[in-house]
C-alpha cells in the first residue's frame, strides 16, 4: 500500500472474505486502521521468497489485483503467531493445509558455526531426496565398509599374482571409514575395529559402530541406516580419485621465484 492508496482499495480486499492479509510493501497506518477495524490482521515487509514459498505451503496464490474476489485462490492454516527466537519477533503459520513444507531456524555463535551447520543440513536434505528416489539402504556405522572389506579381503586370497595386493590394499582403505568415525568419538579405534571384523567373520553381518555408547551395536536394532545411492556413489569416486593419482608417474615443479632485493637494501 502506498499514501495515496485509501478505502476503497481496502474495501475490494475485504471483499475476498479474508481474516489475515499479507502485503509484500509497507502498510501504512490509515489501511492498517481499515483491516484492524474489519477484523483483519495485516502483515507488511513480507519477503518476495518468503511470501511464494508460503503461497505454495498455505494453497494460496499471489495477486496484485482485487476485482475479481471468485478468481482468486485462498490460502489456509490453523494459527498464525507472532514468536520469539533469541532477540527476533518471527511469525509462524501452523497447521497448514499441505503440510509439505517447514522452516528451519539455525542459531550460533559464530558465522563460521552457522555455515558448517547450514551445509551439513543441506547434505542431510540431499541424502533425503536420493532416498526418495532409490530406496534402497545399507546399514552405516561403519557396517557396510566392513562387509565389503571382508569380501574383497576373501577374494583377494583367491587371487594369484599382484593383483591380489591391490585387492587387499583396497580392502584396507574400506576399513578406514570406521577408523574416522570412531577416532571422531574419541574411541579406541583399533579395538573396534577389530570386534567389528570379528563378528562379520562369525555371521553378524550387521554390527556396526554404536557412537552414542562408544561400542559394536547391530545396525538393524539400532536404525542407523545409509543411502544405498549415496553410498555407491562415495564408493565409485574415491575408487576413481584413487586410480587418478595411481597413473601419475612424475610430478613437474616450478622453480621458486627468485626474490629481487629491495632497492633500499641495496
Given at each position: 500500500f502506498g499514501c495515496k492508496i485509501g478505502s476503497k482499495k481496502v474495501e475490494k480486499i475485504l471483499s475476498h472474505k479474508i481474516n489475515v492479509f499479507i502485503n509484500r510493501q509497507l502498510i501504512y497506518n490509515y489501511p492498517e486502521q481499515l483491516f484492524s477495524d474489519a477484523g483483519v490482521m495485516a502483515i507488511e515487509h513480507a519477503d518476495f521468497e518468503g511470501i511464494e514459498q508460503l503461497a505454495k505451503v498455505l494453497g494460496g496464490e499471489i495477486t496484485s489485483t482485487f476485482d475479481r474476489p471468485h478468481?482468486?485462490?485462498l490460502g489456509h492454516c490453523d494459527l498464525i503467531e507472532e514468536i520469539m527466537i533469541g532477540e527476533d519477533?518471527?511469525?509462524?503459520?501452523?497447521?497448514?493445509?499441505?503440510?509439505?513444507a517447514c522452516t528451519i531456524v539455525l542459531r550460533g555463535a559464530t558465522q563460521q558455526i552457522l555455515d558448517e551447520a547450514e551445509r551439513s543440513l543441506h547434505d542431510a536434505l540431499c541424502v533425503l531426496s536420493q532416498t526418495t528416489r532409490e530406496t534402497r539402504i545399507v546399514y552405516g556405522g561403519g557396517c557396510a565398509e566392513v562387509a565389503m572389506a571382508n569380501a574383497v579381503s576373501r577374494?583377494?586370497?583367491?587371487?594369484?599374482?599382484?593383483?591380489?595386493?591391490?585387492?587387499?590394499?583396497?580392502?584396507?582403505?574400506?576399513?578406514?571409514?570406521?577408523?574416522?568415525?570412531?577416532?571422531?568419538?574419541?574411541y579406541d579405534s583399533a579395538?573396534?575395529?577389530?570386534?567389528?571384523?570379528?563378528l562379520h567373520?562369525?555371521?553378524?553381518?550387521?554390527?556396526?559402530?554404536?557412537?552414542?555408547?562408544?561400542?559394536?551395536?547391530?545396525?538393524?536394532?539400532?536404525?542407523?541406516?545409509?543411502?544405498?545411492?549415496?553410498?555407491r556413489?562415495?564408493?565409485?569416486?574415491?575408487?576413481?580419485?584413487?586410480?587418478?593419482?595411481?597413473?601419475?608417474?612424475?610430478?613437474?615443479?616450478?622453480?621458486?621465484?627468485?626474490?629481487?632485493?629491495h632497492p633500499r637494501h641495496r
Open positions: 478468481l482468486v485462490k519477533r518471527l511469525i509462524r503459520f501452523s497447521g497448514v493445509a499441505l503440510g509439505e577374494l583377494a586370497q583367491k587371487t594369484a599374482g599382484k593383483e591380489a595386493i591391490a585387492m587387499e590394499a583396497f580392502a584396507r582403505a574400506l576399513c578406514q571409514l570406521p577408523v574416522i568415525i570412531a577416532d571422531n568419538g574419541g579395538e573396534l575395529l577389530a570386534k567389528i571384523r570379528a567373520n562369525e555371521g553378524n553381518s550387521t554390527s556396526g559402530l554404536d557412537m552414542s555408547e562408544g561400542s559394536v551395536g547391530d545396525m538393524a536394532e539400532l536404525g542407523v541406516t545409509e543411502s544405498f545411492l549415496v553410498k556413489q562415495v564408493l565409485l569416486s574415491a575408487s576413481e580419485a584413487a586410480e587418478m593419482l595411481l597413473r601419475v608417474d612424475d610430478i613437474i615443479r616450478n622453480a621458486p621465484r627468485p626474490r629481487q632485493p
